[in-house]
């Protein structure tokens, strides 16, 4: 499937870092993960969370579980879901809690998620508490924090036809091949239905021209070709 193809479409100006989104190509990409549990990485600062708040304009519920602490509640006001609400997590113990309790916390999403979207921003960010001393890091704190985040995603997988999008930081996977894959342990693809990249065309001056997302296939980490450029 290709995105970016020319066609008469209503741009939306976001206002952050100039960028101009096509809401039709949006749509797209809403159909592609509604009802799903999905992978949305990239490098920092290449905008997988201004992404994830522009499709959270085609659900009636969106709840963020805010982990990252470089943006304000406000800061996507201006192009987020208008019902949103932000759920402010500061250690791993409350990311548990609140995943585990959605049904309880946020009823009417619940009775109704097939409309709802639930954003983790980002499991990068929350794994890091597990490594707060790197000098004292053990394969027991790898573990731990690889139960969690099983945790974390099978709870997620039971609330479908909820579609939730976990944010994440990129890692080489295979220096062989250079292939690339969210920040997780490789085992955790086995609770996602599809994962997006996000990548960063540049120009011969260094400069950013295009935004690209490439999905990989469901437990095969296998490129498709899948273009979407905004």
């Known amino acids: 499937m290709e ?9 939306i100006q976001t206002g952050i870092m100039g960028q101009r989104v096509v809401d039709e190509e949006v749509r797209r990409l809403y159909n592609e993960i509604k009802g ?10 290449v905008g997988k969370t201004t992404l994830a708040h522009l499709v959270s304009n085609l659900f009636k519920h969106c709840i963020v579980y805010k982990i990252d602490k470089n943006y304000t509640a406000e800061t996507f006001r201006a192009i987020a879901n208008p ?4 759920v402010e997590i ?5 990311l548990r809690d609140q995943i585990t309790h959605f049904p309880s916390y946020y009823k009417e999403a619940y009775n109704e998620r097939q409309d709802c979207l639930l954003i983790v921003d980002s499991m990068t960010s929350i794994q890091s508490e597990f490594f707060s001393d790197p ?3 053990s394969p027991r704190d790898a573990n731990i924090m690889n139960n ?7 709870r997620l997988s039971k609330y479908k036809p ?17 292939e690339i894959i969210a920040r997780v342990n490789r085992i955790l693809y086995r ?13 011969s001056e260094g400069n950013v021209v295009a935004r690209k997302i490439v999905k990989t296939s469901e437990r095969k980490i296998k490129t498709e070709n899948f273009n979407f450029t905004w």
Do not use: W
């Open 162 to 178: 909820a579609t939730s999008l976990v944010i994440c930081h990129e890692k080489i996977a295979d220096f062989k091949t250079g």
């Open 135 to 137: 000098m004292k890091a």
């Open 191 to 203: 609770h996602v239905d599809a994962a997006f990249r996000i990548v960063e065309e540049r120009d």
């Open 3 to 11: 995105f970016g193809q020319p066609q008469e479409k209503k741009v």
């Open 36 to 45: 799903k549990l999905c992978f949305l990485f990239g490098n920092p600062m």
């Open 148 to 154: 969690f985040c099983d945790f974390i995603l099978r």
């Open 83 to 86: 019902n949103i609400r932000y």
């Open 90 to 94: 500061d250690r791993a113990y409350q």
